[in-house]
């Protein structure tokens, strides 16, 4: 890896990044150097991730002046805030991704995981071990992505290695999955500049079975597995051989967890079965229930009293049940168990209760991180810190891996890419030489959820602003539609969800299950 030093630039040290790609993780001794034939004469940048951060930060960044490269398992990125729509078919997936490789070939871009951040070529043993420890994680399991293996010395690097990440897990090969030569393989690749912005998971609490059989929804393909367990609960349901008890138990929808993601889900199911289930499936949805729970005393807790009100007011006329204060002890295959409640039947679990620390920034060392929620702490210009509070100069982390000291924003889009757009401006000034920006400061612009039946609550109090800062239903929910038509990010994207929003109201939404 030392080898590495970019050709014409001998005084500068290279940094090392070190990947792999395939199904099962491979020997790490067969780790290959890997040199890339974009032009010399730019720094590199590297970004890990493509969501909300990583993403802004391929959009906007000079790539005239830097060579970039994008490491992520996902070539695509996801517009979160439109996926409970895509989960009941308001809109089509297409309308919540934007393709990576729109920026080839000025970008390269490596659909894989980073597993380590560290220096070169060290600790190969424990690297392999980790790696095979981890590969039954359920989450990469999911992605076809490659198993990717990043080691790097920074520019000026110590003797001692300024960053050390370990492994993220390995993806199982199965069935499905060819493999082919090569594709297995750690590679290195070395960068100037790094941009770590790999989100966050979903929180499970370690509650046995969730892993197993709950539904998370944080990309499109979990909006797609949801969708197609919703239309498999009615057909089954819909089945003449079926007990009206069963019937019950499969069209029980539980959400856990009553944050804007779960109930903005729970508010579209509740839409879906108001409209098409209850055309298409005429009788079935009196056996249909929704019923959310949560372990604190009131859902939408970052919400304004009146407004969190509001929408369990409206849950409650729509029919929804919310149960505050319950805990759910485990989950089995179409049960769990709630502790105020016993065995509760279900055919569909949504699970979204919050975040957990993505596995390759809960192992950092030579991290300062956050002791509640293992976020990399950065300063105000967004560079990651080492334990003892100094500043990694070429290395920055933003989004929900991230947070900045001292400083409680939320794990929200609206930071990640505020985040993401002063970084882009900072490195976009650095490659011309010119002074950094001021410290990130951020704009809360506040916060919208949908609670169907076409309103929505808007929460703007507490940012200072006095107008507006607080609405409740159809206004609301205009501006909830058009806040996300705003932040859409292609002009395809711009076409396509209006246009999915008008077709589904005119001839209801596409109930085919593929
Ligand atoms: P992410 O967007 O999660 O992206 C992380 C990226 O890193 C992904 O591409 C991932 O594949 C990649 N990655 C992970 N591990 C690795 C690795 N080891 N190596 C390389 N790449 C890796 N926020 C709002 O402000 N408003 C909303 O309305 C809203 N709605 C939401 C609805 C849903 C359903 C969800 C799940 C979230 C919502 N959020 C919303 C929160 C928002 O989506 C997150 O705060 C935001 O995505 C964080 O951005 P990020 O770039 O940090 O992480």
Sequence with gaps: ???????????????????????????????????????????????????????????????????????????????????????VGTLEFRCATEPVRRYSPEVVAYQAWCDHIGKPCQRFGEEILILERSATDRFSSETIAMCTLITFSAPGMPATPP??????????????????????????????????????????????????????LKDVKDARAIRTRILE????????TISDVERRKLLNFCIVGGGPTGVEFAAELHDLLHTEMERHYPGLTRFAKISMYDVAPQILGMFDESLVKYAEKTFKRDGISIFTSHHVERVEPGKLFVKE??????????????????????????VKKDLKTSSIITNDHLNVLKEDGTPYSD??????????????????????????????????????????????????????????????????????????????????????????????????????VPTYWFLNWIFGRDLTRF
């Design 163 to 216: 960053l050390s990440f370990e492994t993220r897990s390995a993806p199982k090969a199965d069935a499905t999955t060819t493999q082919f030569p090569g594709t297995g393989t750690p590679f290195t690749l070395t960068y100037d500049k790094l941009v770590i912005a790999v989100g966050a998971y979903s929180q499970t609490f370690d509650v046995p079975g969730v892993k197993e059989h709950a539904h998370f």
């Design 395 to 496: 290395v920055w982390a933003i989004g929900d891996a991230a947070m900045i000291e001292d400083a409680r924003l939320p794990a929200t889009a609206q930071v990640a890419n505020q985040k993401a757009k002063y970084l882009t401006k900072k490195l976009n000034r650095l490659v011309k030489d010119k002074d950094s920006p001021k410290p990130f400061e951020f704009h809360n612009q506040g916060s919208l959820a949908y609670i169907g039946n076409w309103k929505a609550i808007y929460d703007r109090s507490g940012t200072g602003n006095n107008v507006m800062n607080k609405e409740t239903g159809r206004l609301a929910w205009l501006l909830w539609r058009s806040a996300y038509f705003t932040m859409t990010l292609s002009v395809r994207n711009k076409i396509l």
């Design 233 to 240: 609960c009615f057909e089954q349901a819909n089945q003449p």
């Design 1 to 87: 890896c030392k080898k590495m030093v970019f050709a014409g630039r001998p005084s500068r040290p290279a940094s090392c990044l070190v990947l792999a790609s395939g199904g099962r993780a491979p020997a790490y001794a067969n780790s290959r150097a890997f040199s890339s034939s974009l032009p010399r004469n730019k720094e590199r940048l590297v970004i890990l991730g493509s969501g909300w951060g990583g993403y802004e930060v391929l959009r906007a960044i000079d790539k005239e002046r830097w060579n970039v490269t994008m490491i992520s398992p996902n070539n695509y990125f996801n517009f979160t805030p439109l996926l409970a729509s895509c989960a």
């Design 341 to 366: 409640q016993g065995e509760v039947p279900f055919g569909l679990l949504v699970w979204s209760t919050g975040l957990a620390p993505n596995p390759l920034v809960q192992s950092a060392s030579d």
